[in-house]
């Protein structure tokens, strides 16, 4: 018997339906949330909700490393200049202990991207409701949970009640079909479907991607896709668990075993959409047309394919848009017409929580395999764990006979306030997830690019076709 | 939280869309100890014309003569005029407490970016959504109308124009409620204490994983 319509649930309305503790009249509900991830930045919250007589409901559930601003020179607290930095690291530190919280400080292996180590510990797992102060917290999405990045205030909030109000949004299904040529990976497909939808296109919505391009992803490669989902304006990005999802989570520290494991496993299995679930909108991506990618703008929106040029401002109807374009073009230095193949680059970034994965080390390896860089380049790995494997991979060996530089993990260059920063005019390569004006230091010019397109044009200098380079 | 009261103020039209928050308030404050005093860091990188720092003086650095916000017509600006998908990018509050600090009490767009509205509304910040053919109409009245100010009327949810043109706007209730009394969430949220609880409690029988000591 199909189930009436009115009953069916997309994936999303699954998962935020069963944290709902009561609703406004307003449609507003207050969500539990299950747990908080917490990086530097956000470590006054602690000492302000003290400060006005308030505890922290679930220390428990409450998971913490320095990212933002740790030095990839740095391998531990001490290592650090004296300043604002440091400051930020101790204090954050200094919380855990005097709360008691789990801490996975800079000399712990497990320390790393906030989004990269939630998921590596099992913190991560399906069904669950997970927040944290950083937008980019859509990652975790990738594993079948209800993810979303939120401001310093609810922050606050969630610590001191374990809640939030939200307003369910409405629900986006995007399919991509068909098979993904080969060289091309995630942030390809990511960076066409912002492309499609523009920068604005998920505003108000949480968005499924479904399709078989999704489904042949590692969950390595479906995290870039649901990390990069809030460059498309949506603040949830997830992903539909399966048997590559539970193999993924299975025996990772924090994960359930046992009975537990067969408990929660049944529940997960019970959580894709629903066949006549209804989606407000729906999408649809053909994988076997996507290039490799490369941005020219600055909102993740502008990009075309490693074989086209630079678009013409004045072929575009929306004035708006045009404004947008025209500005950017300025800034960057490009001029409508330049073939992508013919834009040289000063630096190359491989890293940040969107593509620093052993996943993504392995695809840039393989085009630095015997060749060297010709311009400056940076390899950060997102956690001590992704550093130690592939280190054992011989990865580590592969970067440094190549001319670039291996380093300790954290956000470095992506959010540039450690001080790995492009100096102003510099164009830079990299696999990070934002091309604001400024994003990588002031007056930079950031391209966003695979991993693998990331080293193609570190070893020749410019934007060079990454299947071009495979051997 | 401060309580929004009706705002009459110069509109500083920012003629642009996805205007980040980045570039609102650049990343290197974020590291400030401070909650306040962003102001004279919004739209750092677009208002001088050199690399700011946290705890640099500010009043001796180069401006930017270019930039609509140095502009002697819109000084004291209390309305933000801007184009669609406002305070997109990074989560950082800091965006909205610079503006808060620089003097800015509405914000007009046709759209905002998800987390960044959300922000706002903790900071007694009004971001307010019309139309793109009256934002149109709204950057066309300014550029010729040196001191045009709008009045916003949050109560009536009209924004009221210098001619006495009307243009209302939907607000959700509850955000609304909680602007105008200026109420902390926390303090609502905990009214609910024990649905808190009670949820809680059957919750951790319905998903036992979560909530197991880590071995």
């Known amino acids: 018997m199909n189930t009436p319509r009115s009953h069916s649930k997309t994936l999303f309305e699954k998962i935020f339906d069963r944290h709902v503790i009561v609703t406004r009249e307003s449609g507003d509900a207050l969500l539990f949330i299950d747990r908080q991830l917490i990086h530097d930045l956000h470590y006054r919250a602690f000492e302000e909700l003290q400060a006005t007589g308030r505890t922290i409901r679930y220390p ?13 020179t740095a391998k531990k607290l001490t290592d650090i200049p004296q300043g604002e ?60 949970c209800l993810s979303f990045g939120i401001g310093s205030t609810e922050v606050k909030h969630v610590l001191a009640t374990q809640t939030l109000w939200q307003r369910k949004p409405r629900n986006m299904r995007i399919t991509v079909d068909g098979t993904l040529g080969p060289g091309l990976s995630a942030k390809d497909i990511i960076l066409a479907i912002i492309r499609h939808i523009g920068a604005a296109g998920g505003t108000g919505y949480a968005i499924e991607y479904a399709g078989s391009a999704i489904r042949q992803l590692s969950i390595e490669g479906r995290m870039t896709i649901s990390n990069m989902t809030i460059e498309a304006g949506a603040r949830f990005g997830i992903i539909a668990p399966d048997d590559k999802t539970l193999e993924y989570v299975y025996g990772r520290p924090h994960a359930p075993t046992g009975e537990k ?43 075309v394919g490693i074989s086209d040029v630079i678009p013409d401002p004045a072929s575009e109807t929306d004035l708006a848009t045009r404004a947008n374009m025209e500005s950017a073009l300025t800034y960057m230095d490009l001029l409508p017409g330049t073939p992508i193949n013919k834009i040289e680059i000063d630096r190359v970034f491989i890293g940040s929580c969107t593509n620093s994965r052993i996943e993504d080390l392995r695809q840039a390896a393989e085009v630095f395999k015997g060749r060297c860089v010709v311009v400056p380049t940076l390899v950060v790995p997102g956690s001590g764990l992704v550093k130690s494997e592939a280190e054992r991979e011989g990865l580590d060996r592969i970067f440094i006979d190549a001319g670039a530089q291996w380093r300790e993990p954290g956000c470095s260059m992506c959010v540039a306030i450690n001080g790995d920063v492009l100096l ?48 | ?78 309305v933000l005029l801007a184009r669609s998908n406002f305070g997109c990018g990074s989560s950082r509050e800091h965006a909205v407490w ?23 509304f903790k900071n007694g910040l009004l971001p307010l959504v019309l139309p793109e053919d009256v934002i149109d109409v709204l950057f066309d009245s300014i550029k010729d109308e040196p001191g045009y100010m709008l009045e916003v009327d949050l109560e009536s949810q009209n924004i009221i124009t210098p001619d006495g043109t009307q243009h209302s706007f939907d607000i959700e209730r509850f955000r609304k409620y909680c602007l105008v009394n200026g109420f902390d969430d926390i303090d609502l949220t905990l009214q609910h204490k024990k649905d808190i609880s009670e949820f809680e409690a059957s919750h951790k029988q319905r998903m036992p994983w979560l909530f197991e000591d880590i071995s």
């Not at chain 1, 005097?98 to 790393?112: E, K, L, N, Q, S």
């Not at chain 2, 610079?98 to 706002?120: E, H, P, Q, T, W």
């Open chain 1, 261 to 303: 494991w067969e408990e929660a496993m049944a529940y997960w299995r019970t959580l894709p959409s629903d066949d006549t679930a209804v989606f407000a909108k729906e999408i649809n991506i053909n994988a076997a047309a996507i290039e490799p990618t490369v941005t020219w703008g600055n909102s993740p929106q502008f990009c």
């Open chain 2, 98 to 120: 610079a503006l808060r600090d620089y003097g800015v009490k509405v914000i007009i767009a046709s759209s905002f970016a998800d987390i960044f509205f959300n922000n706002c």
């Open chain 1, 85 to 144: 930095m440091r400051d930020t690291v101790a204090g954050l530190q200094g919380a855990a202990e005097r709360i008691g919280f789990t801490h996975f400080d800079m000399t712990d292996p497990r320390h790393g991207i906030v989004h990269v180590i939630g998921p590596e510990q099992g913190i991560t797992l399906p069904g669950l409701t997970l927040v944290c102060g950083d937008s980019h917290t859509s990652t975790h999405g990738a594993l079948g």
């Open chain 2, 1 to 78: 939280m401060e309580a929004f009261k009706t705002v009459k103020g110069v509109v500083l039209p920012i003629d642009r869309s996805n205007i980040d928050t980045d570039a609102i308030i650049p990343k290197q404050y974020l590291k400030s100890v401070a909650r306040s005093g962003f102001g004279a860091n919004l739209f750092d990188e677009w208002r001088y014309l050199d690399h700011g720092e946290p705890g640099q003086e500010h009043s001796n650095r180069p401006i930017n003569p270019n930039f609509v916000l140095n502009e002697k017509r819109y000084t004291g600006a209390e």
């Open chain 1, 60 to 72: 428990d559930q409450l998971f913490a490393t320095p990212d933002h601003s740790v030095p990839t």
């Open chain 1, 424 to 471: 102003p005019g510099q164009r830079c390569a990299s696999t990070s997830n934002r091309n604001f004006q400024g994003r990588q230091g002031m007056g930079s010019r950031t391209h966003l690019v695979s991993p693998a397109m990331a080293a193609a044009a570190a070893v020749t200098g410019r934007f060079t076709d990454s299947r071009q380079l495979s051997r």
